[in-house]
């Protein structure tokens, strides 16, 4: 692996204070003795960006005492984190400084705030960009303090240029060929470019975030425009697992995913990766390995444009879901109403999670986040007549996707996984294969999911052995 060029991205989870920074700097440390390049990309300490979130709540509220409390409890956190992860004293000052600078920065901007009363989405990507920018200091004073040679670099800085859509901003085009500019050189002379991940900035200089796990995100745009060998997600799980261990405790770590199988999974709601983050690792065609900081020994999971193509790869659930049934419409004009429907339901904002439509009949059953239930049914009846079309609805739901680019022209899956869910007598409430047949959903009752996902697993053959 020498003269291997990587980009590591480290989650919040493997930042969690100075002795993890301290060690996932270590990780970038061994690879650069080896002779390897090393962009680094961090996520702010785990829980910080949820505090700010919070810290924002309070600013709305005006409770300048919550701002204070939690602007203390911020210093002192990464005050620590610097003393435990630097240990030369000069250096340490120095980052000390810098830390100190900008958690005075968010307290001024916190106050401002709650004497506004208003948080816009301009002012909360602005405060939630300080999360990574303490988090990446510390983490290069420990790479300069165990001896690599290393620069800072905000997301901006680097090179990486967003659209205006505050709270989940895209990049431009450009950004590709500046972070080719900025950090190319360094990377060349064995310099570790470390990245703020999640932030960056507008062409006018205005402060961006990526979406929530944007670090993921900032990593493979890194990764593309350097054309690096490997992105290396370093998590706290072993990998990209079958199902969620936490409903299925057989569940257990895929070895190898495609960038298709990997986005299926992430539309539908599992959060495995930033659903943004496949396109520019595709498009150069750049493995992305999803690693466990705390079992690095494990293989984890490969991410590459074509991989085995088992049957059934992974099993996600979406909870809290509704269904709307439409109805009544004369079939002639069906699809034309569909159509409309559906459109409608994109311009208020409701997410569709599933379709699905019997030919012969004129109504469609439509699965959606249960929160987006009641924009949606109003907007239908303020648009549809009432013998135009009739509507009802149904909640406790949950949507199963079952995903694996093996199933594509394949007979049988269908019949497997309803036979499955069928033996422990789980009625299913709506049935859809996207277009791609990557996967197969169905939706079942709420209490039911469960169950009907562990059936499934098991009748794939994916518990561990
Ligand atoms: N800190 C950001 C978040 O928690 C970005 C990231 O962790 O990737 O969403
Ligand atoms: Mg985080």
Same mark, same amino acid.
């Given at each position: 692996?020498?003269?291997?060029?990587?980009?590591?991205?480290?989650?919040?989870?493997?930042?969690?204070?100075?002795?993890?920074?301290?060690?996932?700097?270590?990780?970038?440390?061994?690879?650069?003795?080896?002779?390897?390049?090393?962009?680094?990309?961090?996520?702010?300490?785990?829980?910080?960006?949820?505090?700010?979130?919070?810290? #924002?709540?309070?600013?709305?509220?005006?409770?300048?005492?919550?701002?204070?409390?939690?602007?203390?409890?911020?210093?002192?956190?990464?005050?620590?984190?610097?003393?435990?992860?630097?240990?030369?004293?000069? #250096?340490?000052?120095?980052?000390?400084?810098? +830390?100190?600078?900008?958690?005075?920065? !968010?307290?001024?901007?916190?106050?401002?705030?709650?004497?506004?009363?208003?948080?816009?989405?301009?002012?909360?990507?602005?405060?939630?960009?300080?999360?990574?920018?303490?988090?990446?200091?510390?983490?290069? /004073?420990?790479?300069?303090?165990?001896?690599?040679?290393?620069?800072?670099?905000?997301?901006?800085?680097?090179?990486?240029?967003?659209?205006?859509?505050?709270?989940?901003?895209?990049?431009?085009?450009?950004?590709?060929?500046?972070?080719?500019?900025?950090?190319?050189?360094?990377?060349?002379?064995?310099?570790?470019?470390?990245?703020?991940?999640?932030?960056?900035?507008?062409?006018? /200089?205005?402060?961006?975030?990526?979406?929530?796990?944007?670090?993921?995100?900032?990593?493979?745009? +890194?990764?593309?425009?350097?054309?690096?060998?490997?992105?290396? !997600?370093?998590?706290?799980?072993?990998?990209?697992?079958?199902?969620?261990?936490?409903?299925?405790?057989?569940?257990?770590?895929?070895?190898?995913?495609?960038?298709?199988?990997?986005?299926?999974?992430?539309?539908?709601?599992?959060?495995?990766?930033?659903?943004?983050? %496949?396109?520019?690792?595709?498009?150069?065609?750049?493995?992305?390995?999803?690693?466990?900081?705390?079992?690095?020994?494990?293989?984890?999971?490969?991410?590459?444009?074509?991989?085995?193509?088992?049957?059934?790869?992974? !099993?996600?659930?979406?909870?809290?879901?509704?269904?709307?049934?439409?109805?009544?419409?004369?079939?002639?004009?069906? %699809?034309?109403?569909?159509?409309?429907?559906?459109?409608?339901?994109?311009?208020?904002?409701?997410?569709?999670?599933?379709?699905?439509?019997?030919?012969?009949?004129?109504?469609?059953?439509?699965?959606?986040?249960?929160?987006?239930?009641?924009?949606?049914?109003?907007?239908?009846?303020?648009?549809?007549?009432?013998?135009?079309?009739?509507?009802?609805?149904?909640?406790?739901?949950?949507?199963?996707?079952?995903?694996?680019?093996?199933?594509?022209?394949?007979?049988?899956?269908?019949?497997?996984?309803?036979?499955?869910?069928?033996?422990? /007598?789980?009625?299913?409430?709506?049935?859809?294969?996207?277009?791609?047949? !990557?996967?197969?959903?169905?939706?079942?009752?709420?209490?039911?999911?469960?169950?009907? %996902?562990?059936?499934?697993?098991?009748?794939?053959?994916?518990?561990?052995?």
């Amino acid at each position: 692996m020498a003269e291997s060029r990587y980009v590591m991205k480290f989650g919040g989870s493997c930042v969690k204070d100075g002795s993890t920074v301290r060690r996932s700097a270590e990780i970038v440390r061994d690879y650069v003795e080896r002779g390897c390049r090393v962009v680094a990309v961090v996520s702010a300490l785990s829980g910080v960006t949820d505090g700010i979130l919070e810290a #924002l709540a309070s600013a709305e509220r005006g409770r300048e005492d919550e701002i204070r409390s939690f602007i203390e409890r911020l210093g002192a956190r990464h005050e620590n984190a610097c003393a435990e992860a630097i240990r030369n004293g000069d #250096l340490r000052s120095s980052v000390l400084g810098e +830390i100190r600078r900008e958690v005075e920065e !968010l307290g001024k901007l916190l106050s401002i705030t709650a004497y506004l009363k208003e948080v816009t989405p301009r002012i909360r990507d602005y405060a939630l960009s300080f999360g990574e920018r303490l988090s990446t200091r510390i983490f290069w /004073g420990s790479l300069l303090d165990q001896g690599v040679r290393a620069e800072y670099f905000t997301g901006w800085d680097a090179g990486i240029v967003t659209d205006d859509e505050f709270g989940s901003a895209k990049p431009l085009g450009i950004t590709y060929q500046e972070v080719r500019r900025r950090l190319g050189p360094l990377l060349e002379e064995g310099i570790v470019p470390v990245v703020t991940g999640f932030i960056a900035a507008t062409p006018e /200089g205005v402060i961006t975030t990526l979406g929530r796990g944007g670090s993921d995100y900032t990593a493979t745009i +890194i990764g593309a425009a350097l054309k690096v060998d490997e992105i290396i !997600l370093w998590k706290d799980v072993d990998g990209i697992m079958t199902a969620d261990p936490k409903l299925v405790p057989e569940a257990r770590p895929i070895p190898r995913m495609s960038y298709d199988e990997v986005l299926e999974l992430a539309y539908f709601g599992a959060k495995v990766i930033h659903p943004g983050a %496949l396109e520019p690792a595709s498009r150069e065609n750049i493995p992305i390995r999803v690693k466990n900081f705390y079992n690095p020994s494990a293989e984890g999971t490969l991410i590459i444009g074509a991989a085995e193509s088992d049957t059934v790869k992974a !099993l996600t659930m979406i909870r809290d879901a509704a269904i709307i049934l439409a109805s009544g419409v004369g079939s002639s004009e069906a %699809l034309n109403t569909n159509v409309k429907l559906l459109d409608l339901l994109a311009r208020v904002g409701a997410q569709v999670i599933m379709i699905s439509q019997a030919s012969s009949q004129a109504n469609i059953s439509i699965a959606l986040p249960r929160e987006d239930l009641k924009k949606a049914l109003k907007a239908v009846k303020s648009e549809f007549a009432e013998d135009e079309m009739k509507v009802n609805c149904e909640e406790g739901i949950c949507v199963i996707a079952v995903i694996g680019s093996g199933m594509r022209g394949r007979p049988g899956v269908a019949a497997k996984i309803f036979n499955a869910v069928a033996a422990e /007598g789980i009625n299913i409430k709506m049935i859809a294969q996207g277009s791609s047949e !990557l996967n197969i959903s169905f939706a079942v009752k709420e209490e039911d999911g469960v169950r009907a %996902l562990r059936a499934v697993h098991r009748a794939f053959g994916l518990n561990a052995a």
